[in-house]
T-cell receptor
Framework: AQTVTQSQPEMSVQEAETVTLSCTYD???????LFWYKQPPSRQMILVIR??????QNATENRFSVNFQKAAKSFSLKISDSQLGDAAMYFC????????????FGTGTRLQVFP | DAGVIQSPRHEVTEMGQEVTLRCKPI?????LFWYRQTMMRGLELLIY????????DSGMPEDRFSAKMPNASFSTLKIQPSEPRDSAVYFC????????????FGPGTRLTVL
């Protein structure tokens, strides 16, 4: 069975600085998707970024980028130029291509942003 | 588009009462998911539907939980009778078909069972 591990329950960063959130996963599959979701205090789950496992290039969305290391089964999220609005819970998630309807989530990392 | 709509946003009830949570998926989406989020267990998939048909309900914790999707634009999650340990945030999500498909989440319902 696939598992997703986020080993950092909490992280903090100063405004305008860069922070990296860690995520590792375990799977025997070769084709899958990885996601980072943001959950602000409003509770809304918002998709931040998506990575397809067959793509070598790391995904980037504005200030958000990932470091996808397939062999190491690692999928970290880098937030550049952190803003106060980035403060939230961040969840890493895995989705198999063969079982596309199951999202497996990590336990989350709470990110605090200090002015 | 209004996004996934859930009601109520907050529900407080007493142990033993029936609770019904409602979800309206995004128009045109053909899959719907119910999740539960707790501090102890994180986000868990309870059940999901494809084209209104339940596909996998292995995440439903007990017979007290039931879910229906009578049509493409409406789903309910019912707990009867409710217990304090059911207190959680319940999310509904929907997606469309295709290889690269993402799930869009509703705002969640915070359920408190006293």
């Amino acid at each position: 069975a696939q598992t997703v591990t986020q080993s950092q329950p909490e992280m903090s960063v100063q405004e305008a600085e860069t922070v990296t959130l860690s995520c590792t996963y375990d799977t025997s599959e070769s084709d899958y998707y990885l996601f980072w979701y943001k959950q602000p205090p409003s509770r809304q789950m918002i998709l931040v970024i998506r990575q397809e496992a067959y793509k070598q290039q790391n995904a980037t969305e504005n200030r958000f980028s990932v470091n996808f290391q397939k062999a190491a089964k690692s999928f970290s999220l880098k937030i550049s130029d952190s803003q106060l609005g980035d403060a939230a819970m961040y969840f890493c998630a895995y989705r198999s291509v063969s079982l596309p309807d199951k999202l497996i989530f990590g336990t989350g990392t709470r990110l605090q942003v200090f002015p | 588009d209004a996004g996934v709509i859930q009601s109520p946003r907050h529900e407080v009830t007493e142990m033993g009462q029936e609770v019904t949570l409602r979800c309206k998926p995004i128009s045109g989406h053909n899959s719907l998911f119910w999740y539960r989020q707790t501090m102890m267990r994180g986000l868990e998939l309870l059940i999901y539907f494809n084209n209104n048909v339940p596909i996998d309900d292995s995440g439903m914790p007990e017979d007290r939980f039931s879910a229906k999707m009578p049509n493409a634009s409406f789903s309910t999650l019912k707990i009867q009778p409710s217990e304090p340990r059911d207190s959680a945030v319940y999310f509904c999500a929907s997606r469309t078909s295709g290889r690269v498909y993402e799930q869009f989440f509703g705002p969640g319902t915070r359920l408190t069972v006293l």
